[in-house]
């Protein structure tokens, strides 16, 4: 079969100029239906493996590393711009202040995320070698790209390429021992693989056949993992979930307030077959600044009554030391008819969104924060966990704080996550659905279930497997009530962190160092610029 694809593989890597830059676009925007909602997993290798053809005729260009950096960015735009064009719904909430903004958006983000793919596929042009060497540079290259773009500046580690085995939960199991960034890499190397399908090579179906039975083993070794599980849930804690599917246009909205209060307590005490101990309410539920409103907090005080506990995201107003006045993006934790026994605040703040970098110079060209007022939210000092009568310890994670792997966890390992959000910033999109597939795989990276409260949806609990034993459905107003998962012992990943991600790239150095290179022939045929 390997023999029918040669043709192709040798019209890809001939590619030049425009066209190659073109091709890489297109191949970014088919390697994106590789992401949640579709899961079309797929589609993401074929995109990885097109790249390495191009990338092989870019190590053949005269200038190969701008070749190659201008080929890895325009993959890569075109996979950010079909993967996050969701956040252009937030910048439609109010059209008439941002809506002028949504161009930029929408293409300089990408843009942007794009840098550190470019930067990686120069780098693994810079040591390219014949044959399958080849494979395990790309895959190392880019998969410390994705750690960069996870770490460095802010970090926005979305849709990392390990995300792309939604439809497969058994392989997502291996983040509990590489995490999110060691699947990226193992995934990265599978789709590079299907490249030498298009080579010479007599064995051009070995390395793909190696990398696919690794990941058969992977999937197989999850699957007794989960198989594993005997269900085992937390005693007496009942947990009731709300959705209260407010617009973001009406969220604050002068006439709508009264209205948004009202639904929150309604849901809360609404009478189903079980009565809860524990309500979570989404991020920022309250529709006013919470610790300021008397008359709100008496009927916090009834809901936290009887043994009840309420954890609810709230928008929190505090005066420093200048006498100014900080906003924070908080959770609030109320227990014993109304006593607050904890308050967290938000560590990891989304840029443009919750505050704006270089704030007085933006600002001078009339360029504001989306949400929050003038200035944003200040930052809180980090994760934390907290201890409640009668529950697990647990630790609050504020809307896309849950994205960051080995970041979620503080000074105490917590029982339980409660991940609060409000996603109706994104409207009908794929968005809410890619965070949600996020959070389970933080779920597994660490052992610990998420219980995942969001305005519009999607509301779910999730166990330390990362399987949803329960959710709302996007844009339906209602309550979510169910048992709290146990959490699982300490996973490796959450005792050595990314320490495994550096070994496999230590790994993958080596062993491209070690591996003989072919015949240039075979591998790379000459190319006609």
Same mark, same amino acid.
């Given at each position: 079969?390997?023999?029918?694809?040669?043709?192709?593989?040798?019209?890809?890597?001939?590619?030049?100029?425009?066209?190659?830059?073109?091709?890489?676009?297109?191949?970014?925007?088919?390697?994106?239906?590789?992401?949640?909602? /579709?899961?079309?997993?797929?589609?993401?290798?074929?995109?990885?493996?097109? %790249?390495?053809?191009? &990338?092989? $005729? +870019?190590? !053949? *260009?005269?200038?190969?590393?701008?070749?190659?950096?201008?080929?890895?960015?325009?993959?890569?735009?075109?996979?950010?711009?079909?993967?996050?064009?969701?956040?252009?719904?937030?910048?439609?909430?109010?059209?008439?202040?941002?809506?002028?903004?949504?161009?930029?958006?929408l293409?300089?983000?990408?843009?942007?995320?794009?840098?550190?793919?470019?930067?990686?596929?120069?780098?693994?042009?810079?040591?390219?070698?014949?044959?399958?060497?080849?494979?395990?540079?790309?895959?190392?290259?880019?998969?410390?790209?994705?750690?960069?773009?996870?770490?460095?500046?802010?970090?926005?580690?979305?849709?990392?390429?390990?995300?792309?085995?939604?439809?497969?939960?058994?392989? /997502?199991?291996?983040?509990?021992v590489?995490?999110?960034?060691?699947?990226? %890499?193992?995934?990265? &190397?599978? $789709? +590079?693989s !299907? *490249?030498?399908?298009?080579?010479?090579?007599?064995?051009?179906?070995?390395?793909?056949?190696?990398?696919?039975?690794?990941?058969?083993?992977?999937?197989?070794?999850?699957?007794?993992?989960?198989?594993?599980?005997?269900?085992?849930?937390?005693?007496?804690?009942?947990?009731?979930?709300?959705?209260?599917?407010?617009?973001?246009?009406?969220?604050?909205?002068?006439?709508?307030?009264?209205?948004?209060?009202?639904?929150?307590i309604?849901?809360?005490?609404?009478?189903?077959?079980?009565?809860?101990?524990?309500?979570?309410?989404?991020?920022?539920?309250?529709?006013?600044l919470?610790?300021?409103?008397?008359?709100?907090?008496?009927?916090?005080?009834?809901?936290?009554?009887?043994?009840?506990?309420?954890?609810?995201?709230?928008?929190?107003?505090?005066?420093?030391?200048?006498?100014?006045v900080?906003?924070h993006?908080?959770?609030?934790?109320?227990?014993?008819?109304?006593k607050?026994?904890?308050?967290?605040?938000?560590f990891?703040?989304?840029?443009?969104?919750?505050?704006?970098?270089?704030?007085?110079?933006?600002?001078?060209?009339?360029?504001?924060?989306?949400?929050?007022?003038?200035?944003?939210?200040?930052?809180?000092?980090?994760?934390h966990?907290?201890?409640?009568?009668?529950?697990?310890?647990?630790?609050?994670?504020?809307?896309?704080?849950?994205?960051?792997?080995?970041?979620?966890?503080?000074?105490?390992?917590?029982q339980?996550?409660?991940?609060?959000?409000?996603?109706?910033?994104?409207?009908?999109?794929?968005?809410?659905?890619?965070?949600?597939?996020?959070?389970?795989?933080?779920?597994?990276?660490?052992?610990?279930?998420?219980?995942?409260?969001?305005?519009?949806?999607?509301?779910?609990?999730?166990?330390?497997?990362?399987?949803?034993t329960?959710?709302?459905?996007?844009?339906?107003m209602?309550?979510?009530?169910?048992?709290?998962?146990?959490?699982?012992?300490?996973?490796?990943?959450?005792?050595?962190?990314?320490?495994?991600?550096?070994?496999?790239?230590?790994?993958?150095?080596?062993?491209?160092?070690?591996?003989?290179?072919?015949?240039?022939?075979?591998?790379?045929?000459?190319?006609?610029?």
């Amino acid at each position: 079969m390997t023999h029918l694809l040669v043709p192709l593989a040798d019209w890809i890597r001939a590619l030049a100029g425009w066209r190659r830059l073109l091709f890489a676009f297109v191949m970014g925007l088919v390697s994106a239906l590789g992401f949640a909602p /579709l899961d079309i997993f797929p589609a993401l290798l074929v995109g990885y493996a097109a %790249l390495v053809l191009l &990338l092989d $005729g +870019a190590a !053949l *260009a005269k200038r190969p590393l701008l070749t190659a950096a201008l080929t890895g960015w325009c993959f890569a735009f075109g996979q950010f711009f079909a993967g996050l064009y969701w956040i252009g719904y937030a910048f439609m909430v109010d059209a008439a202040a941002y809506a002028w903004m949504l161009p930029f958006a929408l293409t300089l983000l990408p843009a942007f995320l794009a840098l550190y793919i470019a930067a990686a596929c120069a780098l693994a042009v810079k040591f390219w070698r014949s044959g399958p060497a080849r494979l395990l540079i790309f895959a190392a290259c880019y998969a410390a790209g994705e750690w960069a773009r996870g770490h460095v500046v802010t970090g926005f580690p979305w849709n990392l390429p390990a995300y792309g085995w939604g439809a497969l939960p058994g392989v /997502l199991q291996s983040a509990s021992v590489i995490g999110a960034y060691g699947l990226t %890499l193992l995934t990265v &190397l599978l $789709g +590079a693989s !299907l *490249a030498d399908l298009g080579s010479r090579e007599r064995r051009a179906w070995l390395a793909p056949a190696i990398c696919a039975l690794a990941f058969v083993a992977i999937w197989a070794g999850g699957a007794l993992r989960m198989a594993s599980d005997t269900g085992q849930t937390v005693a007496g804690v009942r947990l009731r979930i709300v959705q209260p599917n407010v617009p973001q246009a009406e969220k604050f909205a002068r006439p709508y307030i009264q209205r948004n209060w009202s639904r929150l307590i309604t849901l809360s005490i609404q009478k189903t077959d079980r009565t809860p101990n524990v309500i979570i309410w989404p991020e920022a539920a309250p529709p006013f600044l919470l610790a300021h409103q008397s008359a709100a907090l008496d009927d916090v005080s009834i809901l936290s009554s009887a043994g009840r506990t309420l954890i609810t995201g709230a928008e929190r107003g505090e005066i420093d030391a200048d006498r100014k006045v900080r906003f924070h993006n908080s959770v609030y934790i109320f227990a014993q008819a109304g006593k607050l026994i904890g308050t967290y605040d938000k560590f990891h703040l989304v840029p443009f969104g919750e505050y704006l970098p270089a704030q007085d110079f933006l600002e001078s060209l009339g360029i504001m924060q989306v949400v929050g007022g003038r200035g944003g939210f200040a930052s809180g000092d980090g994760p934390h966990t907290f201890d409640v009568l009668g529950l697990p310890p647990l630790s609050p994670l504020i809307c896309y704080e849950v994205i960051f792997p080995a970041a979620v966890v503080g000074e105490k390992r917590p029982q339980w996550f409660v991940n609060v959000t409000d996603d109706s910033w994104f409207g009908p999109s794929s968005g809410p659905y890619q965070h949600l597939l996020i959070a389970r795989v933080r779920a597994i990276e660490e052992g610990i279930p998420i219980v995942r409260s969001a305005n519009t949806g999607v509301s779910a609990i999730i166990d330390p497997y990362g399987r949803v034993t329960a959710s709302l459905e996007l844009n339906r107003m209602g309550v979510l009530d169910g048992d709290l998962p146990a959490a699982l012992a300490p996973t490796l990943f959450s005792r050595f962190g990314d320490l495994g991600f550096l070994f496999m790239l230590l790994i993958c150095a080596g062993a491209a160092y070690w591996l003989p290179s072919v015949s240039r022939n075979a591998a790379i045929p000459p190319l006609r610029h």
